[in-house]
């Protein structure tokens, strides 16, 4: 049974940071490339990174490039999101999630394959 189980979410001021875990049991890690995504409420799951499979090519969200950073541990079956200069509307249930098939990053929710029940981020101004 595929688990992802993200972590490290939480309540922080404008300009703080945080770094959130997503860990991954019952698949071959590394043969997925990992994403992660955010959500607000009434709104549309939105794309935020993505790492290929050995994580040496990562992607990134406008909104958010510069400002956070995805990384992976293979050895740990593992995948981070370092989030800095939090902003505002940064405030969202994050989910990592994990796509077997896509030969590139995808950036699409539906191309995704597995899916972690999502950690919340509220950054106050």
């Known amino acids: 049974q595929v688990q992802l189980v993200e972590s490290g979410g939480g309540l922080v001021q404008a300009g703080g940071s945080l770094r959130l875990s997503c860990a991954a049991s019952g698949l071959t890690f590394s043969r997925y490339t990992m994403g992660w995504f955010r959500q607000v409420s009434g709104k549309e799951r939105e794309f935020v990174a993505a790492i290929s499979r050995s994580g040496s090519t990562t992607y990134y969200a406008d909104s958010v490039k510069g400002r956070f950073t995805i990384s992976r541990d293979n050895a740990k079956n593992t995948v981070y999101l370092q989030m800095n200069s939090l902003k505002p509307e940064d405030t969202a249930i994050y989910y990592c999630?994990?796509?077997?098939?896509?030969?590139?990053?995808?950036?699409?929710?539906?191309?995704?394959?597995?899916w972690g029940q999502g950690t919340q981020v509220t950054v106050s101004s």
């Open positions: 999630a994990a796509d077997f098939n896509t030969v590139w990053l995808a950036t699409k929710s539906s191309d995704y394959d597995y």
